[in-house]
């Protein structure tokens, strides 16, 4: 899933309706976004083209030769990311050329207790069980959560490790050793770098390897016009 760079010489049509689009779908935070402070905008130049490539070492989830990919800036207790995660789920299902890519934005401000706490357990449980084991951890703590640093962490991740099929001792372990924080915070700084401002926040790389900027948690309808829209293009 490698990206080529942003083609310039885009033909007018294309642009024209890029930015309707892009008006209605792309920068629509309105309540839907989990900011960092209080109601930042959207930033007016687009810098999506700072993504980290995707790589086999990334969490991935639906087609092994995507059309389109949506790469997800997620945050454990944002209670929108929540319902992001729902709709994409759901995406997957009805798009068979979709791949979902999911990386850490911890809004240590907002969500101090667990958000990055949850982050890193993901991470060990993804080390120690595998791709499967990282999405029954990940799609159970969001089933679970009451979001916005409400967790019982302590009572839900054992629960999920176990599900997962991993250790409990060697999962302690592996938090403990501190091995993923800096893969963490590397996740946090290419979503910034990127333009997030808030979780969730996504970018959306084309069928050609355009990349495109999409904000909170937009609804099926709209995620999915997004989605025909990239194909396209």
């Not at 962490?153 to 403990?176: I, M, N, R, Y």
Request: aromatic share 8%; charged share 20%.
């Amino acid at each position: 899933m490698e990206r080529t760079q942003n083609n310039y010489a885009v033909p007018v049509a294309i642009i024209v309706a890029g930015a309707l689009i892009a008006g209605a779908l792309f920068f629509a935070l309105g309540g839907t976004q989990n900011a960092v402070g209080t109601n930042q905008p959207t930033p007016e130049v687009d810098t999506t083209d700072q993504i980290r490539p995707v790589s086999a070492e990334d969490h991935i989830k639906g087609s092994e030769n995507p059309k389109v990919t949506i790469v997800e800036y997620s945050d454990f207790e944002c209670p929108f990311c929540q319902r992001f995660h729902e709709t994409m789920n759901q995406v997957l299902t009805d798009e068979e050329d979709v791949a979902w890519v999911f990386r850490h934005f911890p809004l240590d401000q907002l969500h101090p207790r667990n958000a990055r706490k949850a982050a890193v357990a993901s991470e060990c449980v993804n080390e120690l069980g595998g791709k499967d084991a990282f999405w029954i951890f990940t799609d159970g703590y969001f089933e679970a959560t009451p979001a916005n640093d409400q967790t019982d962490f302590d009572t839900l991740v054992p629960q999920l490790v176990a599900k997962a099929g991993v250790e409990q001792e060697a999962f302690d372990t592996c938090v403990a050793s501190g091995t993923y924080d800096t893969h963490v915070q590397d996740d946090i700084d290419n979503a910034v770098v990127t333009g997030g401002l808030g979780t969730p926040w996504s970018v959306v790389i084309t069928a050609s390897g355009k990349t495109l900027p999409l904000s909170g948690a937009q609804s099926l309808s709209t995620v999915k016009q997004l989605i025909e829209f990239a194909r396209e293009n």
